[in-house]
């Protein structure tokens, strides 16, 4: 690991309900190196969820700084958040969002369409990943063919297609059964440890949690424990 991929400075974040200002994530500081396997935890409106959508440019600060690979985030327009999220950071969320009338080759290749690549080598980036998640027999099937674990891989699969430099993780276990959640882990633990991918995971699981080398707990928009130490080996 080398300098702060992920730079949060007295970051703040609230919502509105009709007259109520609902603070989400209050004065937040935090850096995260590349390479580094982060666990967020924390109760429902702990602000963790919040604090993940702030890391990949779904939501703007109120106040604060945010550098993601030493630039600020804060002065890009639209267009320059939709590449940056394009090609830096992937997203896996607890279902699996894929397109159900497509073969998960052509769900994995979709987000290489807005890098202006040709079908030829999206499809071929996107077979040479489901290779790597353990479904490359599997290319002309579609979602509702596969697992709930399967289809998890083939999320994880389209997330990292595009090469980030960031994945983001939304309880991705939380609709999946203990061995195939631990299965998931084994996957994100080599993609962090082999492609030196940043991972940020939120989750309420403490031995999902445990799985990170780091774990930062947020509690009412707050960071009330940050600590790192020897992750779970999920295999």
Request: one cysteine or more.
């Amino acid at each position: 690991m080398d300098t702060a991929i992920i730079q949060m400075r007295d970051a703040w974040k609230s919502y509105h309900l009709e007259d109520l200002e609902i603070p989400a994530v209050r004065g937040v500081s935090l850096a995260i190196p590349r390479g580094q396997f982060v666990a967020v935890t924390g109760a429902s409106g702990s602000g963790k969820s919040t604090f993940l959508h702030l890391v990949g440019c779904l939501d703007r600060l109120d106040r604060g700084q945010y550098l993601f690979e030493g630039r600020a985030v804060q002065g890009l327009s639209r267009r320059q958040l939709a590449v940056l999220r394009n090609r830096r950071i992937g997203f896996v969320f607890q279902s699996f969002n894929l397109l159900p009338r497509t073969s998960i080759l052509d769900n994995v290749a979709l987000p290489l369409s807005y890098q202006g690549l040709g079908r030829r080598e999206r499809r071929r980036r996107a077979a040479e990943m489901l290779e790597r998640v353990g479904l490359g027999e599997r290319l002309k099937h579609h979602p509702n063919q596969l697992s709930g674990g399967q289809q998890q891989r083939v999320a994880i699969a389209r997330a990292l297609v595009t090469r980030p430099a960031v994945l983001l993780a939304d309880e991705p276990t939380g609709n999946l059964d203990s061995a195939t959640s631990r299965e998931i882990m084994t996957l994100l633990q080599t993609v962090n440890r082999e492609q030196n991918v940043s991972i940020v995971l939120v989750t309420h699981e403490t031995d999902i949690a445990a799985f990170a080398e780091r774990q930062v707990t947020f509690r009412d928009g707050l960071i009330v424990r940050d600590v790192c130490g020897t992750a779970v080996e999920a295999a």
